[in-house]
Nanobody, 127 residues
């Protein structure tokens, strides 16, 4: 199975930007939609954004829409999450996973459809 590694997290002030990277171990990565999820202390893992295998379709949670952009470079085996206008409530550990289940276009926001999770990267936004 494909292995994923996240990077790019850090600490920023509110209103700042970060770009997260999710790098895959092999070219088969290009067959899969890839999603970003985040988890804050004491909360459940929540959907952030996801992108289809060809990059034609992207979906965002309402609370990040207009601020975050997901895109992928299959030649580089990387999915990016560009995060702008960051808010303190964006703080959490960000994970990427490959969508391994069927029904992506109906269930893209459900973490249970994803696998090969990376180890996560910490994002901290201060006010």
């Amino acid at each position: 199975q494909v292995q994923l590694v996240e990077s790019g997290g850090g600490s920023v002030q509110a209103g700042g930007s970060l770009r997260l990277s999710c790098v895959a171990s092999e070219a088969s990565f290009s067959r899969y939609a890839v999603g970003w999820f985040r988890q804050a202390p004491g909360t459940e893992r929540e959907f952030v954004a996801t992108i289809s295998w060809g990059g034609e379709s992207a979906y965002y949670a309402d609370y990040v829409k207009g601020r975050f952009t997901i895109f992928r470079d299959n030649a580089e085996k990387t999915v990016y999450l560009q995060m702008n206008s960051l808010k303190p409530e964006d703080t959490g550990v960000y994970y990427c996973g490959a969508h391994l289940a069927g029904g992506f276009y109906l269930n893209y926001s459900d973490y249970r459809g994803y696998g090969s999770w990376g180890q996560g990267t910490q994002v901290t936004v201060s006010s």
